[in-house]
């Protein structure tokens, strides 16, 4: 029997995990196998992520691992679109776009899933945005409240 807590751990994070492995592999069924495998081994060290200071951050560490593992193993094979934002932008950078600006989730939202920090989120949007300017990473116009202020970040 699973521990109530990791089950809650998954029923909180599974479709979101789903959404943005998703828009890495570009594929409904990989996606679909590597959030399974991803929170199948969280459940064997489940113990040790529990106790750990950032669950969360563990399974995402976890999930970036065996994404990054599945798009090695394409590059051998038949082509398939790749996600243009992990090839210009650091990791951190990468998923803070994904998370904010495709998916749409409040950096809140985006950081509970990361296991980070909020500031760490907005930092690392506004690091890729400065790298790469642009659609790829236009922040979401409104997601939530607005920030504050009351005036809706450009």
């Known amino acids: 029997m699973l521990p109530l ?15 943005y492995t998703r828009e890495r592999v570009q594929d409904a ?3 679909q196998k590597l959030v399974e495998a991803a929170l199948g081994n969280l459940a064997t060290i489940w113990p040790a992520v529990i106790s750990s200071s950032r ?7 976890l999930l970036d691992a065996l994404i990054s593992s599945a798009l090695r193993g394409r590059r051998n094979g038949v082509a398939h679109p790749v996600d243009a934002v992990h090839q210009v932008l650091p990791p951190a950078q990468a998923d803070v776009v994904i998370l904010r600006c495709r998916l749409r989730l409040s950096e809140a939202q985006a950081a509970e899933l990361m296991g980070v920090e909020q500031p760490a989120v907005a ?7 400065r790298a790469l300017p642009g659609r790829l990473t236009a922040a ?4 939530g409240a607005q920030p ?3 005036r809706t970040r450009r």
Do not use: D, N
Not at 56 to 61: D, F, I, P
């Open 5 to 19: 807590e990791y089950t809650a751990f998954c029923l909180l994070h599974r479709e979101r995990y789903l959404r």
């Open 29 to 31: 069924w990989v996606s």
């Open 55 to 61: 669950p969360a951050a563990v399974a995402w560490r």
């Open 123 to 129: 930092s690392q949007l506004r690091m890729a945005q």
């Open 140 to 143: 979401p116009a409104a997601v």
């Open 148 to 150: 504050p202020g009351g």
